[in-house]
């Protein structure tokens, strides 16, 4: 199924209507839903001019979805890659990965001095590390779930 899906990457102001609500639904539907966690999603993060929306629609089906975010949004001097989701019919064909490759490669374009920091849940730190990322920091409880942040360059 993902090969099949079309990558877009927009600004807050470029995302439409039904963008915004295929979003927002994707995430709550995964994050809170899914995984059982109640946190504040809307963090004004997505409003920021320079933050790119990376939307994976199959059709009209969002099926994979992440943030790129400025220097200085989350963490000090560095860029930062948030939210990445996969709906759950589309898990296991590689869109994760492919998610990731995108977020880094726009990251770059976007700032390319800067290193990359992540959030990461610490159930999936195996797959960040593949991707070429090191962990930064111990472990700790974000919202309920384990995190651990994790570095990609310098």
């Known amino acids: 199924m993902p090969s099949t899906a079309e990558l877009s990457v927009k600004s807050f102001a470029q995302l439409s209507n039904f963008e915004l609500y295929a979003m927002l639904k994707l995430r709550s539907d995964v994050f809170v839903v899914e995984q059982n966690c109640v946190y504040p999603d809307l963090d004004d993060k997505d409003l920021h001019a320079d933050t790119q929306h ?20 989350s963490f000090a001097d560095a860029a930062s890659v948030g939210r990445v989701v996969v709906a759950g019919e589309a898990r296991g064909h590689g869109l994760a ?55 990609f360059g310098g």
Not at 59 to 71: E, H, M, Q, S, T
Not at 104 to 111: L, N, P, S, Y
Not at 116 to 134: E, K
Request: charged letters at 15%; a negative charge.
């Open 54 to 73: 990376l939307l994976y629609f199959n059709g009209a089906l969002l099926v994979g979805y992440a943030r790129c975010l400025a220097p200085n949004v």
């Open 97 to 151: 990965t492919a998610i990731m490759q995108a977020a880094i490669a726009t990251c770059h374009a976007q700032w390319p001095e800067k290193v990359i920091v992540i959030g990461a849940q610490t159930y999936l730190q195996d797959f960040y590390t593949r991707l070429g990322f090191s962990p930064i920091s111990p472990a700790y409880d974000e919202d309920g779930i384990m995190h651990i942040d994790m570095r």
